[in-house]
């Protein structure tokens, strides 16, 4: 049992689980061999929280359930007050084996009574439309009693792929099985969940999806200058203090050499940061015929004028890697997807939800899906930000957890698309992933309340972790 989710985990969906399984299957090992393993791991989990506390066990109709069934035998043994609380009757194959393998006491659902630690087992991969009337209320009432929770796999009532609420209430602990769900990283799987626990149930698994990891970053080459560690470009907009922000945090992301092309005023600090006169589009498409530029920065604070617009176009039709963020993907909207996928140079596009909606349109599909597909249609990166940020576009797509939610303030995003570019121009695009762990690492370590200024001296201390 893994008590810390080890970096570069693999995220599964339902069906990904289910081929995963059937491999195992086909390779002679039995339906009840697993989930033996899985309500072991359960039972290991529970016998940690429970302490002499009486149990009880919630048991749903299919292989959630029949987990379920096996950890309570497993309690029982161990001398615990174990009752059953059973959903349906009859199960299929070793769902109903192991029920018929539990010999202790059992009451349907809807008549239990609360007991100091509960169980979830009603539903897990397999819940195919949302738990409601007796049965939600059941789950909620004996869930809000328990003193400790803890869910089989997923807390019953949270769709696998997309984290999504169809009824479930929130546990202390859950236990994933085999592999992390999306549902463990996003959306209100981040709060329903509470401490995700990963059981190795030894099914092997090639995972299309990993949880962001901590990345391993290299010092500049002992013949490092300015110019080879990286130099950033970031356009200076109508609103200044975003792209302040944006240069300032590629500044102390390892950049080389930042350039804040826009007013050429170097009223605001830091001293470091070098400032070009660029009043319009003709003279930015100057100052970026440069080859020692490794990436540019657009979009923070950028406005949705003509003249923003004139620009947008201008660092579109440059060879250099780029960010594309704010108002840059807003002034694209709907036609992002064709502008994106027409230009050659690397485009990595840093949305929120809105600017993503604004860009992708919206549908019911997961977090996961949407990024994926947007990210193959544009043929570029996209870091889809949120609590719960997806990168898809890469090798492997990636789920980032902040870790904290003070990140919720304005001018966070600046920061990061600034970190991106900074990233960008010294590693390339798996640069990428790299500034977002250390961004939310920079919020972890600026504690509480913090102003988006603050994060930014925090970026190099979160360097120095990964070097
Ligand atoms: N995939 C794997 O590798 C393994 C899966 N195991 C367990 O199997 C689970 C998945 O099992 P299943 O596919 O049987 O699915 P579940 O046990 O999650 O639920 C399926 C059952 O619930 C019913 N159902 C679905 N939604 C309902 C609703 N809203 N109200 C009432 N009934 C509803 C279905 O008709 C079906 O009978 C996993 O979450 C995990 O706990 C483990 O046994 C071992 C290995
Ligand atoms: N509740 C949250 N928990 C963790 N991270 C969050 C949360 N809300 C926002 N973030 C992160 O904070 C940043 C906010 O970016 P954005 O919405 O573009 O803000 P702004 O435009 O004001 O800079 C993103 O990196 C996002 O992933
Ligand atoms: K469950």
């Not at 992301?253 to 400032?275: I, K, Q, R």
């Amino acid at each position: 049992m893994t008590l810390r989710i080890p970096p570069g985990t693999p995220v599964l969906t339902a069906q990904a689980m289910r081929d995963a399984e059937q491999a195992c299957f086909d390779k002679g090992v039995a339906q009840g061999e697993l989930m033996e393993r899985a309500g072991a791991a359960v039972a290991q989990a529970a016998l940690r929280f429970a302490m002499d506390r009486s149990i009880l066990v919630l048991a749903g109709p299919g292989n959630n359930g029949g987990d379920a069934y096996v950890a309570a035998r497993l309690l029982a043994e161990r001398g615990h007050d174990v009752t059953v609380a059973a959903l349906g009757g009859k199960r299929d194959g070793a769902a109903e084996e192991m029920r018929q393998r539990w010999t202790g006491n059992t009451v349907p659902l809807e008549q239990a009574e609360p007991r100091a630690v509960l169980i979830d087992g009603l539903f897990g991969t397999g819940m195919s439309r949302p738990i409601e009337g007796a049965v939600k209320a059941a789950l909620h009432r004996l869930v809000a009693a328990a003193q400790f929770s803890l869910a089989i796999d997923l807390p019953s009532g949270l769709d696998t792929d997309s984290g999504g609420d169809m009824g479930a209430a929130r546990v202390d602990v859950t236990v994933a099985l085999g592999s992390l769900k999306p549902a463990h990283l996003l959306g209100y799987g981040l709060e329903r969940c509470g401490h995700v626990l990963l059981a190795d149930i030894g099914i092997p698994i090639s995972p299309e999806v990993v949880k962001l990891a901590r990345p391993r970053l290299t010092p500049p080459a002992p013949d490092a200058h300015k110019y080879s560690r990286g130099m950033v470009v970031v356009v200076e907009g109508e609103m200044p203090g975003a792209s302040r922000l944006a240069a300032r945090a590629a500044l102390h992301g390892g950049a080389g050499y930042v350039l804040l092309a826009g007013t050429g005023s170097a009223d605001a600090g830091p001293d470091a940061l070098v400032h070009a006169r660029v009043d319009d589009a003709k003279a930015l498409h100057d100052l970026l015929d440069d080859a020692r530029v490794g990436a540019v920065v657009i979009g923070p604070g950028l406005g949705r004028s003509e003249a923003a617009r004139a620009k947008l176009e201008a660092v579109l039709a440059a060879p250099h890697p780029t960010v594309f963020d704010g108002d840059a993907l807003t002034l694209l909207g709907e036609g992002a997807t064709q502008c994106f996928a027409k230009r050659d140079a690397v485009s990595i596009l840093t949305p929120h939800a809105g600017e993503f909606a604004r860009m992708f349109g919206k549908n019911g599909r997961g977090k996961i899906e949407r990024t994926r597909d947007a990210a193959a249609d544009c043929g570029a990166v996209i870091v889809h930000k949120g609590p719960d940020t997806v990168i898809g576009g890469l090798t492997q797509l990636t789920v980032a957890n902040a870790g904290t939610a003070w990140l919720s303030t304005a001018g966070t995003g600046d920061i990061l698309a600034g970190l991106v570019g900074a990233r960008l121009a010294v590693e390339g695009r798996c640069g990428v992933c790299h500034a977002v762990w250390l961004h939310g690492r920079a919020a972890e370590l600026a504690g509480a309340a913090f102003a988006a200024d603050r994060l930014i001296r925090h970026i190099p201390q979160a360097i120095e972790e990964c070097l």
